[in-house]
């Protein structure tokens, strides 16, 4: 079954970002709205947005389920199963049921998009991803009027997950996202990296991506998405409120209680570069400052 779940695209490992954005534009016939749009004007002109490396990407990760060390989801994660995946859609849908995955990707259309990556703990990445939007997917289960809000769980597997004996966290890792966040085109399902199939310590088979908020909101190996018309729990919100919003959008002006999130550090940049500054909705304010109009970004952090 795993070849159903290539990305149609085949990048080199590492590519260099001038050579990954013309085959993305010969591949796609995409000049404007494509990368371009992925991309705004505004970020790429401050910032440096070369991608990262393949090794780094897959080699510096979050992913608890897996150890708490940066290295440790690359050495443990070759645990998890990922063959067969379900995942439940459930909740205030037309067709809930237990999707497997290979059947959700063939009703895709998947693409590369090129995104800025944003820590809260002040690091940052930028990441070519493949997948697809996740309004395609919800919109192919109908999402009813009803639905305010998405939850999404992590698969929980003691015996693949060395990480879950720890209470770092309550597992299962959830997340949560406002129904118009959820249906924006900048947010995605990611399946590959590079063209290739989402390595495991990055979330495979699938993870969601938000480029304009803290990292932790991105869930990883996603086995249910529930719509909902509660706030649903969010797990860094629940361990410490405090420090982590349900929201959690990219805000250079709103510190963490026990650091500035003014700045960051581009992973790759070598250990005497200088910290760029943290941009606006991680560089997307052009795209998403509008979902937000009226609300006190201090209070909703
Ligand atoms: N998802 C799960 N299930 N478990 C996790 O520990 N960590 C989050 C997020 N998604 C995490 C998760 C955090 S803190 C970050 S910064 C990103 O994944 C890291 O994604 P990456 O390792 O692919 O860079």
Not at 86 to 115: C, H, N
Not at 150 to 178: H, I, K, Q
Request: hydrophobic share 40%; charged share 25%; proline share 7%.
């Amino acid at each position: 079954m795993a070849h159903r779940w290539k990305n149609t695209l085949t990048a080199q490992d590492v590519t260099p970002y001038s050579a990954f954005l013309n085959r993305r534009q010969l591949m796609t016939g995409l000049a404007a709205g494509g990368i371009a749009g992925a991309l705004p004007r505004s970020a790429a002109a401050q910032n440096s947005l070369e991608p990262n490396t393949f090794e780094e990407i897959t080699n510096y990760c979050n992913y608890y389920e897996f150890g708490t060390g940066k290295e440790d989801p690359a050495r443990n994660a070759h645990r998890l199963t990922i063959d067969p995946w379900t995942v439940r859609i459930d909740g205030l849908v037309d067709k809930p049921g237990d999707y497997s995955f290979a059947d959700i990707l063939s009703q895709m259309t998947v693409e590369e998009r090129i995104y800025r990556f944003r820590c809260v703990e002040a690091w940052s990445m930028v990441i070519p991803w493949n997948g697809f939007e996740l309004a395609d997917l919800l919109n192919w289960v109908g999402v009813q009027s009803n639905a305010k809000y998405v939850a999404f769980e992590t698969a929980l597997r003691p015996d693949e997950m060395p990480g879950v004996s720890s209470r770092v966290l309550d597992w299962p890792y959830v997340e949560g996202l406002r129904i118009d966040e959820a249906m924006h085109p900048l947010t995605m399902m990611a399946t590959g990296i590079y063209g290739k199939d989402i390595p495991k310590q990055n979330g495979a088979p699938m993870r969601l991506v938000v480029p304009w908020k803290y990292g932790f909101k991105s869930i990883k190996s996603v086995v249910r998405i529930s719509l909902v018309e509660e706030e649903p729990p969010a797990s860094w919100n629940v361990a410490n409120p405090r420090e982590y919003g349900f929201y959690s959008n990219v805000n250079p002006e709103v510190d963490h209680p026990r650091w500035s999130q003014a700045t960051e550090r581009r992973i790759g940049s070598g250990l005497f570069a200088k910290r760029e500054p943290t941009l606006m909705f991680n560089g997307y304010e052009e795209e998403v400052a509008g979902l937000y109009d009226g609300m006190d970004l201090r209070t909703f952090f």
